[in-house]
C-alpha cells in the first residue's frame, strides 16, 4: 500500500468485515485479497461480502459496480481439494454486479512459495495500475510495451541480473619483499598473527613426518 502511495496513488487498505456497498460503488479501481479457509470457505469477515456479491435474491442490479475496475488475488493451499475458490469465486462474480477485471486473477499457494507469488503479483500490480491510471507513467518506465509483454504470457527482463558465470582476469607480479617494512606497529598486532607480519624469510633445512610408524592407527 506505501509503495502506491509512493506513485501517486490515493490507496486505503478496508477490512471485508467493514465492508459499505456503497463506498465500493463508488471506488474507480478496487483490488481484493481473498483468502480461502478451510475447505473451500471464506473467512469470517469475508462472509458478508460474499453474501451479498452471490446476490441469491437478486437484490444487487447487474451494473451496480459500472464505474468500478477490479482485480483478485487468491491465497489458498494446495492441500486442500477446493485450492483458492474463494479467490476464484470472487474473481467470477465481480462482473455479473458490473466490475470490470483490469488484470487476471492470480494465485498464491501457502503450502509453497505465497511470499514470492505475492511479490511477483504485486509487481503485476504495480505495472497495471501505472499504465492504466497513472498520466505520468512511460515516463517513469511503465510502458504499454512491458504490459503487452506481459499479458501475452512472456517475462519481463529484469532491470539487472546478477550473471551464473563471471569471468575475470588477474595478473600477479612477483615481488622481492626483503626490503618492504612492515606497515603497521609490532606492538599493534595480536600475537597469534603478528608472525605473518614481522617473521624473516628462513629456508627448510629438515621436514620430518611426526607419526609413530609402529602405531596400527
Same mark, same amino acid.
Given at each position: 500500500?506505501?509503495?502506491?502511495?509512493?506513485l501517486?496513488?490515493?490507496?486505503?487498505?478496508?477490512?471485508?468485515?467493514?465492508?459499505?456497498?456503497?463506498?465500493?460503488?463508488?471506488?474507480?479501481?478496487?483490488?481484493?485479497?481473498?483468502?480461502?479457509?478451510? *475447505?473451500?470457505? @471464506? $473467512?469470517?469477515? &469475508?462472509? /458478508? +461480502?460474499?453474501?451479498?456479491l452471490?446476490?441469491?435474491? #437478486?437484490?444487487?442490479?447487474?451494473?451496480?459496480?459500472?464505474n468500478?475496475d477490479?482485480?483478485?488475488?487468491?491465497?489458498?493451499?494446495?492441500?486442500?481439494?477446493?485450492?483458492?475458490?474463494?479467490?476464484?469465486?470472487?474473481? *467470477?462474480?465481480? @462482473? $455479473?454486479?458490473? &466490475?470490470? /477485471? +483490469?488484470?487476471?486473477?492470480?494465485?498464491?499457494?501457502? #503450502?509453497?512459495?505465497?511470499?514470492?507469488?505475492?511479490?511477483?503479483?504485486?509487481?503485476?500490480?504495480?505495472?497495471?495500475?501505472?499504465?492504466?491510471?497513472?498520466?505520468?507513467?512511460?515516463?517513469?518506465?511503465?510502458?504499454?510495451?512491458?504490459?503487452?509483454?506481459?499479458?501475452?504470457?512472456g517475462e519481463?527482463?529484469?532491470?539487472?541480473?546478477?550473471?551464473?558465470?563471471?569471468?575475470c582476469?588477474?595478473?600477479?607480479?612477483?615481488?622481492?619483499?626483503?626490503?618492504?617494512?612492515?606497515?603497521?606497529?609490532?606492538?599493534?598486532?595480536?600475537?597469534?598473527?603478528?608472525?605473518?607480519?614481522?617473521?624473516?624469510?628462513?629456508k627448510?633445512?629438515?621436514?620430518?613426518?611426526?607419526?609413530?610408524?609402529?602405531?596400527?592407527?
Amino acid at each position: 500500500m506505501e509503495e502506491l502511495r509512493k506513485l501517486g496513488f490515493d490507496a486505503k487498505s478496508i477490512d471485508l468485515e467493514d465492508f459499505n456497498t456503497e463506498e465500493l460503488q463508488e471506488c474507480k479501481v478496487a483490488v481484493f485479497l481473498m483468502a480461502t479457509y478451510g *475447505e473451500g470457505e @471464506p $473467512t469470517d469477515n &469475508a462472509t /458478508r +461480502f460474499l453474501l451479498w456479491l452471490k446476490n441469491v435474491e #437478486n437484490e444487487v442490479p447487474k451494473d451496480y459496480l459500472n464505474n468500478t475496475d477490479f482485480s483478485v488475488f487468491g491465497l489458498g493451499n494446495k492441500q486442500y481439494d477446493q485450492y483458492n475458490k474463494m479467490g476464484i469465486e470472487t474473481d *467470477e462474480l465481480l @462482473p $455479473t454486479v458490473g &466490475a470490470k /477485471r +483490469f488484470m487476471d486473477l492470480e494465485l498464491g499457494d501457502d #503450502n509453497g512459495t505465497l511470499e514470492e507469488d505475492f511479490e511477483v503479483w504485486k509487481s503485476h500490480l504495480i505495472l497495471h495500475l501505472m499504465v492504466k491510471y497513472h498520466p505520468n507513467a512511460e515516463e517513469m518506465g511503465y510502458t504499454k510495451d512491458k504490459l503487452q509483454i506481459l499479458s501475452s504470457g512472456g517475462e519481463l527482463e529484469e532491470e539487472f541480473k546478477i550473471p551464473d558465470k563471471i569471468n575475470c582476469t588477474m595478473n600477479a607480479e612477483i615481488i622481492n619483499n626483503k626490503n618492504i617494512k612492515p606497515n603497521m606497529n609490532p606492538e599493534h598486532i595480536n600475537t597469534s598473527t603478528r608472525h605473518f607480519f614481522i617473521a624473516p624469510e628462513a629456508k627448510i633445512l629438515v621436514n620430518k613426518e611426526l607419526k609413530n610408524t609402529k602405531s596400527k592407527n
